[in-house]
């Protein structure tokens, strides 16, 4: 590794560090920001819920802007936008002020993540490129590592306003680094898609709306509906308009490329089950065991510790084998330790019958995301990149919101917080539909091309029509 992939590597972990951090921290300290902000179970849903909404909605257009007007310029502006929105956190008085702080930090978020995959994409050459983005998940596995057990410290003996107070060193120094250490680059396209934007931005926003307000407003309400069928049309649309465009931001020949498709979908799996297990694993601790949420974060540990010691592992073989091999049994795997958690786990459950399934899972995860990402990058010449990681990217958060929409609808069938036996009923039924989702992933994966990504092989620059995917 040269010097040069050295800081980038270590620079887009940091700011995937902050980011991931603040969401987990956030998650178990919800219960103190509740008692403090006087907010309804609405309101605190919402202070998770706006964050993701911008940032999925966004991802698509923070990538065509660092494309069109530099990528380390957008990704620092990114950085900054989040940093000063972790302030504004940190000084809301009311909810209002920390929900509307909370969107312009997923906002931020929505350019610093794609661009952080896409500047460790560009600068490693294709047989690197899998251990390279191992190392980035491994690094950012800290912060998943460690977020339960800080946000739970930080919940039961500081303020919560520390959870924000935190990024504001570490923006400060990721913005002076980065523009010190980066060199500036662009995608292939120099002009930027105005109509995409606003047909992708919109089309999102109402798919997200639609699967953030289901179990709340009620799955078959006019809002709901309204909101799915409307953003479904305008990505319809959106097609329509990129394969007619002169300079898309997103080529739809992609989408015909098997290793981009295959790994795009089953990696909108790994997340629907991942985010599903996340939403509830902290809580089946405290509600259906009675432990707060500092041991609740503790008992986290094992199953999140495997992305910093497995990921980076997988990342490399990968480069020597077949994404596919790691994609589909790590959904194998996440299939078979969910399976064991779902059967097992009752509130008077011991932790040590738990950890194996724990374990299991948490490898599995931690095996298919370097290799499905290794894929999809690697699908695609070297200047689309920036493209191909905003969808990668864009399709894993929808994949997390939607697992999350589906298991608490599933959960609410079963199960209630009425009692820990209540709430163990619905757990349960709700970690079967984790499992169903790791499943479908597993055979998806088993569909992406079985010989080792080979790199792409650089090509001329292609016309407004080639572009535009319709040849």
């Excluded at 050295?6 to 956030?26: I, N």
């Excluded at 952080?116 to 191992?134: D, N, Q």
């Amino acid at each position: 590794m040269t010097p040069k992939q050295a800081w980038v590597l270590a620079l887009a972990s940091l700011a995937s560090f902050m980011m991931a951090l603040d969401s987990q921290v956030v998650t178990t300290a919800l219960g103190t920001i509740r008692r403090d902000l006087t907010a309804s179970i609405e309101q605190l849903e919402w202070t998770v819920n706006a964050y993701n909404l911008s940032f999925a909605v966004l991802l698509l257009t923070g990538s065509a802007l660092g494309d069109r007007f530099g990528r380390r310029r957008m990704f620092v502006t990114g950085l900054a936008v989040f940093t000063l929105a972790s302030v504004g956190c940190a000084l809301s008085a009311d909810i209002g002020t920390l929900i509307a702080a909370r969107t312009v930090q997923g906002a931020g978020a929505a350019l610093v993540l794609p661009l952080s995959l896409t500047l460790i994409s560009a600068i490693f050459p294709p047989e690197r490129r899998g251990k390279a983005m191992g190392l980035y998940l491994g690094l950012t596995g800290l912060a998943t590592f460690s977020g339960p057990f800080i946000g739970g410290a930080i919940a039961e003996g500081l303020a919560w306003q520390w959870i924000f107070w935190l990024n504001l060193p570490v923006g400060v120094a990721a913005v002076l680094l980065t523009l010190r250490r980066v060199d500036e680059s662009a995608g292939p396209n120099n002009r930027f898609d105005l109509g995409g934007v606003v047909l992708v931005t919109l089309g999102a926003l109402g798919i997200v709306w639609g699967l953030v307000r289901g179990n709340l407003a009620g799955w078959g309400s006019a809002e709901v509906l309204g909101a799915l069928v409307l953003g479904v049309a305008l990505v319809i649309a959106f097609v329509f308009w990129e394969r007619h465009s002169e300079a898309p931001m997103l080529p739809m020949r992609f989408f015909r490329l098997r290793a981009f498709s295959t790994a795009n979908a089953a990696n909108f799996c790994v997340f629907a089950s991942l985010y599903g297990t996340l939403f509830f694993l902290p809580q089946y601790f405290q509600t259906a065991q009675g432990f707060g949420p500092f041991e609740a974060g503790l008992r986290m540990m094992p199953w999140t510790a495997t992305l910093m010691i497995c990921a980076p592992i997988a990342g490399k073989l990968a480069d020597k084998y077949s994404a596919r091999t790691f994609v589909a049994a790590g959904l194998l795997l996440q299939t078979i330790g969910m399976s064991w958690i779902a059967l097992v786990a009752e509130p008077g459950t011991s932790y040590a019958v738990l950890l194996p399934g724990l374990i299991l899972s948490g490898v599995g995860i931690t095996s298919a995301m370097p290799a499905a990402q290794r894929s999809v990058v690697g699908a695609v010449r070297p200047p689309e990149i920036g493209q191909a990681s905003g969808v990668f990217m864009m399709l894993r958060i929808f994949g997390g919101v939607f697992g999350v929409a589906v298991t608490v609808a599933v959960f609410a069938g079963a199960g209630s917080y009425l009692s820990p036996s209540e709430f163990g009923g619905g757990f349960t039924t709700a970690m079967v539909a984790v499992v169903a989702f790791a499943f479908t992933g597993m055979l998806v994966a088993l569909g992406m091309p079985g010989r080792r990504p080979a790199e792409v092989p650089r090509a001329p620059a292609l016309s407004g029509t080639e572009r535009g995917g319709d040849r």
